[in-house]
């Protein structure tokens, strides 16, 4: 259910009316994790919620010491939803983090980052919205066990579409319909287990207000991806923390469970979070013109900025080092950077667009454990940084990437190989996310310095697959 709420009035009207119990509190942190805090109705009032709900920033990881740990939750009244899982009845509003210091919002926090980069992009008068549409695919398991100890580092995961079922005694009996590795692109049931329950994903979603239009099977076995419609910015960052919050409260009511890993399963395909950008201003589509795939000069040096910064902007649309297990030649991975209409090996592809409003740039390295928040930031400082300096992208690559000769592929640049690529190229490639004071190097250090113990965690973890190679040495 979605109402028009404003403000805290609105928002205590609201309670009233459908005799909520709770209200969750919800905000971001540097992962893209959703975190929360739940106030019973009784001790909401106009007052605690201008000023805002005191909580303890320090224990988050990249945030604030514990010296200067008290941050305020600012509720975005205009994110206010019920929630369908609770068994309480719950409302849910979306915040901003403030410093109560200097009343300021947080540089820290990414939803507000988001918030200066659209309002950046308005104040160049180049463009006065940025629109984003986001495809984020996922895997729905049956069973995973995962143990990380000194004495064992294994993970085992279990699908009844999974060919390692095919001659397993499962209860009922085994139908034998399975996809197949790479055979999972639009089957129908019962090779397509999960159709019912997608549609469930969806029909939840649609009651909390997302404007969803479609879901189907993916190319892995277990793979899937439901659909909802481009907006704003801000507003399909918001949409993407409620997709995510669905599809893996759906998949647990079911029985099963969901993630979000670009690449849990080895010799299939992974999953990706295909990113479509277009600016407008005056309601005005920026991106059609008469150039290549009917694009204007400033369509082409978005595409430029988005290949020159793209390593530095890997770090935050592939932030994990199993980012680039799926960023890898062979499995539809977009490794390439490079421009193309309607080819899906481009890491920049032009979707085909008969309405001059239908154009944009769909960007496909990115993954679904990007924070939407800064990744969809980074991308759109990046692309506005190719049209400012006028970037050419190069000419266009109208064949299959994947197939080409040694002699051609040395030419064409590619994307971060590993996340320490990444996260190297944004210490050295950050003056164009700095722009409007949109990127601090505040923020950049403290995303630089989490990521970065997540590498040394990675790093001094023996791999199972080490022991198959070098054990016997």
């Not at 915040?95 to 300021?104: F, R």
């Not at 409007?436 to 697959?465: C, M, N, Q, W």
Request: charged content about 25%; glycine content about 6%.
């Amino acid at each position: 259910m979605v109402k028009d709420i404003s403000d805290a009035e609105g928002l205590l009207q609201f309670i009233a009316e459908e005799s909520i119990v709770y209200v969750d509190f919800r905000f971001t942190d540097y992962k893209g994790k959703w975190h929360h805090v739940s106030y019973h109705h009784s001790v909401l009032d106009e007052d605690l919620l201008e000023d805002g709900l005191m909580f303890d920033g320090s224990s988050l990881p990249g945030w604030c010491t514990i010296n200067e740990s008290d941050m305020l939750l600012k509720p975005d009244y205009t994110t206010t939803r019920l929630d369908p899982f609770a068994q309480q009845k719950t409302a849910f509003v979306i915040c901003n983090i403030v410093d109560p210091i200097t009343g300021q919002p947080y540089m820290r926090d990414p939803r507000s980052t988001a918030k200066k980069a659209e309002a950046y992009l308005a104040s160049t008068g180049i463009a006065d919205t940025v629109y984003v549409g986001a495809e984020a695919e996922f895997f729905v398991f049956d069973d995973v066990k995962m143990r990380v100890c000194p004495e064992k580092v294994s993970f085992e995961i279990t699908s009844v579409e999974a060919d390692i079922m095919a001659d397993k005694e499962i209860p009922g009996g085994n139908s034998g319909h399975r996809p197949g590795i790479k055979g999972g692109y639009f089957p129908l049931p019962p090779v397509d287990s999960a159709n019912d329950l997608r549609a469930e994903m969806l029909t939840v979603m649609e009651q909390m207000g997302l404007p969803v239009d479609k879901h189907h099977h993916e190319v892995a076995a277990a793979q899937h991806e439901l659909g909802f419609a481009f907006d704003r910015m801000i507003q399909t960052a918001d949409n993407l923390q409620m997709y995510k919050y669905v599809v893996r409260n759906v998949a647990d009511a079911y029985g099963k469970t969901a993630t979000f890993m670009p690449k849990p399963v080895m010799g299939d395909n992974g999953s990706g979070m295909h990113t479509h950008m277009s600016f407008w201003k005056a309601n005005k589509p920026l991106f059609a013109g008469t150039g290549y795939a009917d694009l204007s000069d400033k369509a082409l040096y978005f595409i430029g900025g988005i290949i020159k910064h793209a390593h530095a902007v890997n770090a935050f649309t592939n932030p994990t080092t199993n980012s680039y297990k799926r960023l890898v030649p062979g499995f539809e991975a977009p490794v390439l950077l490079a421009y193309s209409s309607r080819n899906r090996s481009a890491s920049c592809r032009i979707p085909f667009g008969s309405s001059p409003k239908s154009k944009r740039v769909e960007i496909r390295f990115p993954d679904p454990t990007a924070n939407p928040y800064l990744a969809f930031a980074a991308l759109m400082m990046a692309g506005l940084d190719g049209i400012e300096n006028k970037i050419n992208p190069g000419e266009p690559m109208d064949k299959n990437l994947y197939d080409l000769p040694p002699e051609e592929l040395k030419d064409v640049p590619s994307v971060a190989v590993d996340l320490r690529q990444a996260l190297d190229a944004l210490d050295k490639d950050r003056a164009f996310l700095k722009k409007g004071d949109v990127f601090t190097d505040e923020l950049i250090d403290s995303y630089l310095a989490v990521k970065r113990e997540e590498l040394k965690e990675y790093d001094k973890t023996p791999h199972p697959l080490e022991y198959k190679m070098y054990f016997s040495l």
